[in-house]
């Protein structure tokens, strides 16, 4: 608890009024008491009566004096927010930060860190309480290999998410990730795609109707123009995703069949490929069928999960697995 008792009684009221509803019916004192202790703050009913009726002088609020139980709630007319955290806030607040930290860019979540701040110092204030040592018993792993998300260029982001509010077209100079060269584009701006650790810039060129995508953090010298950006008709950033762009489509729907153990089966139980997924065992095999996006995605993750899986349709998925299959092979036996 914080030892000043001025501080600890302002930070008391302070969350009490976080606590009142903006609206009827309202909430009885017996309702506030109790989620004020599961906070860690000690306060016996009658300075929780003093406290409402002072502070209900200074603030917008109502009570139901007329009826028992009393309701306290807001005025309609209010319009005062409250800052501050509550204990419950800051633990959600000290998850996410490890999640999101391990999976987004520092650029993206500067914003944030204002509040990471403000719960550490909640939780610090708290430590009596035994749910402030709550995000100290939870940890989070993405799945697959982590990667450290890519260094990005905070101004370009900036410009970027400026641009697509405004609806003005963006030119950069980027930088390919296959040969050792800049190029220029000039674009319009049609969306922010976070895959994984990378995000990606979605826009068109010119008067092309075909979507782009850009590793922002191979983008150098970002301006937004004057010029307005040409919309695409129709264009649906969600659908886009949806459509399996997101994953680096490079085909149509496929209707997957293979073969699996019985370790990736169970996994595949759990969390599914898709919603029409289906596993079917027999005496001798276990077989998988689902409707994919043929991606670059689906084909990384089929090669890394080696003799877990055997790919039996499509036959072109199979032929490529295969490919790949050997060609690492010969890697391996070629000398050193």
Known sequence: MP????????ERQWRMLR?????????????????????????????????????????DLVSTEEKRPQLWYWASHANF???????????????????????????????LEDRFAL???????????????WTELIAYTPPGLTFIPPSIDSKALDTIQDALL????????????????????????????????????????????????????????????????IPLPRFSLH??????????????????????????ATLLEETPLSTDQKITRSPHKITLTATLHRSWQLDFWLLSQGPAITVIKPTSLRKAVITSLNESIANYSKEK
């Open 166 to 229: 405004e609806k003005r077209k963006v030119t950069f100079i980027y930088r390919s990730p296959y040969q050792d060269e800049k190029k220029t584009y000039t674009v319009n701006p049609l969306g922010i795609h976070l895959q994984g650790q990378r995000p990606y810039f979605l826009a068109t060129v010119g008067e092309h109707t075909n979507v782009l995508q850009f590793a922002i953090q191979r983008m150098g010298k970002t301006e937004m123009l004057s010029e307005s950006s």
């Open 81 to 111: 927010d409250i800052p501050g955290i509550s204990l419950a806030e800051a633990i959600t607040l000290g998850l996410l930060r490890h999640i999101l930290r391990s999976l987004m860019p520092k650029s993206f979540i500067g914003s």
């Open 119 to 133: 719960a550490d110092r909640k939780l610090s204030s708290h430590s009596g309480n035994r749910y402030s040592k």
């Open 3 to 10: 030892g000043n008792k001025h501080h600890y009684a302002m």
């Open 19 to 59: 606590m009142i509803p903006r609206h009827q019916p309202g909430i009885t004192v017996s309702a506030l008491l109790e989620r004020l202790k599961r906070e860690g703050f000690s306060v016996d009913r009658r300075t929780l009566e003093r406290d409402l009726n002072e502070l209900g002088i200074v603030f």
């Open 239 to 264: 659908e886009y995703i949806g459509q399996g762009h997101g994953q680096f489509a490079v085909g149509e729907q496929i209707h997957l069949q293979a073969t699996l153990t019985e370790y990736l």
